[in-house]
């Protein structure tokens, strides 16, 4: 059988960062048991290592593009992700370049990498609310990402 391993990513109390855990708690009452439903706040290596020895995975974060408009959804895979592949500190290692060394280092990861990017409006303000264009969206993407699952 096939693993599969749903991500929210963000900060729950910073208004619409917090778009892919929000569609996380979601998601936990509406996938089947086979899928992993979790909540981090993780990056570069430590998200790669919650990845590692799934089928599947799907990303859900929020994102800040110039000149995007609030509440659009972006369906990515990690090569949209290869604008810089630099390595300047693993503290702050992109998830490219993580993925490309863990594929060197030998880790299992998924053979399917989605990501849903939702881009928002206020990452800054202290609220576990968020923005009205960007929950309006909320229900789309889970749909979004029931239907990558099936």
């Known amino acids: 059988m096939k693993k599969s391993i749903v991500v929210g990513l963000g900060n729950p109390i910073l208004s619409d960062d917090g778009v892919g855990n929000k569609i996380a708690e979601?998601?936990?009452?509406?996938?089947?048991?086979?899928?992993?439903v979790v909540e981090a706040t993780l990056a570069g290596f430590n998200l790669l290592e919650l990845l590692a020895g799934y089928d599947t995975a799907i990303l859900v974060d929020a994102i800040q593009t110039k000149g995007g408009k609030v509440?659009?959804?972006?369906?990515?895979?990690?090569?949209d992700l290869a604008f810089s592949q630099r390595l300047a500190s693993v503290h702050d290692i992109n998830l490219y370049t993580a993925?490309?060394?863990g594929e060197q280092l030998g880790?299992?990861?998924?053979?399917?990498?989605?990501?849903?990017?939702i881009e928002v409006?206020?990452?800054?303000?202290?609220?576990e609310n968020l923005t009205p264009k960007v929950e309006a969206v909320?229900?789309?993407?889970?749909?979004?990402?029931?239907?990558?699952?099936t």
């Open 138 to 149: 909320v229900p789309k993407v889970c749909e979004m990402v029931l239907n990558e699952l």
């Open 121 to 127: 409006e206020d990452v800054l303000t202290f609220s």
């Open 107 to 117: 880790i299992k990861l998924p053979d399917k990498l989605v990501i849903f990017a």
């Open 99 to 101: 993925w490309q060394l």
């Open 71 to 79: 509440g659009d959804i972006y369906k990515l895979n990690k090569d």
């Open 26 to 36: 979601i998601l936990k009452i509406q996938v089947s048991s086979e899928v992993e």
